[in-house]
């Protein structure tokens, strides 16, 4: 299920499926898009949109599946699911704008 699907969720049944309200996953995606002006554009362009990467990561907090799982549910490897959602948690973790354990 990836983010064109959700957008369309009630704010309650959004914030069931990930764990938290859609104008905080826009607040997170803005941190995520602002980080990736920073970053040098090399290799391979990503085949996940940034909402499609942090919903990977909600859904990894959730659910707390193996990243092979994640990866065959997103169709990406089980190397590249635990690559996204390790830079998730790291931008999101050095913006200091969110509460995570």
Same mark, same amino acid.
């Given at each position: 299920?990836?983010?064109?699907?959700?957008?369309?969720?009630?704010?309650?049944?959004?914030?069931?499926?990930? *764990?938290?309200?859609?104008?905080?996953?826009?607040?997170?995606?803005?941190?995520?898009?602002?980080?990736?002006?920073?970053?040098?554009?090399?290799?391979?362009?990503?085949?996940?949109?940034?909402?499609?990467?942090?919903?990977?990561?909600?859904?990894?907090?959730?659910?707390?599946?193996?990243?092979?799982?994640?990866? +065959?549910?997103? *169709?990406? +490897?089980?190397?590249?699911?635990?690559?996204?959602?390790?830079?998730?948690? +790291?931008?999101?973790?050095?913006?200091?704008?969110? +509460?995570?354990?």
């Amino acid at each position: 299920m990836n983010y064109e699907q959700v957008k369309t969720l009630k704010p309650t049944e959004f914030k069931r499926l990930c *764990g938290l309200y859609p104008d905080t996953f826009k607040d997170m995606v803005t941190v995520l898009k602002a980080e990736k002006v920073w970053q040098k554009k090399t290799g391979r362009p990503s085949k996940l949109s940034t909402e499609d990467q942090l919903l990977i990561t909600l859904e990894y907090w959730r659910e707390y599946r193996t990243y092979f799982h994640r990866g +065959n549910s997103w *169709g990406v +490897n089980e190397s590249t699911a635990y690559r996204i959602v390790r830079k998730v948690e +790291n931008i999101l973790i050095k913006s200091g704008l969110f +509460n995570l354990p």
